[in-house]
């Protein structure tokens, strides 16, 4: 009997990533390229004093070829494995980017609304000052208009006395002294 009540698969197996045989190969390959490497070190050394210089010359090339070999071995898979990564890091970049874009423009649309309504009670109110100091304006200079008249209105009445005083003064001058007024200086 099962627990839970659930059916056990007889042949689950489980599954591996799809990158495990490609690092295995890797490391393999890596490796093989070390291994490579120490026995060309090895070679470097001073072997002919041994006197088997002559007899490991043909064969140094096998270890030569292992280690070009096994470090491309090693590389190449790593390359292909980070290239599918790029691939699909660009393409949830892309994604974001294009959710992004959508938020952006929503935002936008919701600000141009909200602005909108804004922009239009703020002109009702613009239009509503306006008339409201072109009102006060004429009210001003209507005001105004009715004080120049009244100015130019005292201006002429002045003017009239200005004109009568010295019209009398002079008549008068001319009446009480005669010609001894009139005296050169």
Known sequence: MARGGKKKDGGSVPKSEPGTLLVLIQFVCAIVAFASLVVLLVGLLDIGAYGMAEMLRGYALIPLGLFVFGGLGAIMPAMTVRSAEAQA??????????????????????????????NQTLREENKAL?????????????????????????????????????????????SDTGDESVRVA
């Open 130 to 174: 306006q008339a409201s100091l072109d009102e006060y304006r004429q009210a001003e200079r209507a005001k105004i208009a009715d004080e120049v008249e009244k100015l130019r209105a005292v201006n002429c009445e002045l003017e009239d006395q200005i004109r009568r005083w010295a019209i009398g003064s002079v008549d008068q001058a001319i």
């Open 89 to 118: 890091v660009t393409a949830r970049m892309g994604e974001l980017e294009a959710r992004l874009n959508e938020r952006i423009e929503a935002l936008q649309t919701r600000v141009d609304t909200r602005i909108g309504d804004d």
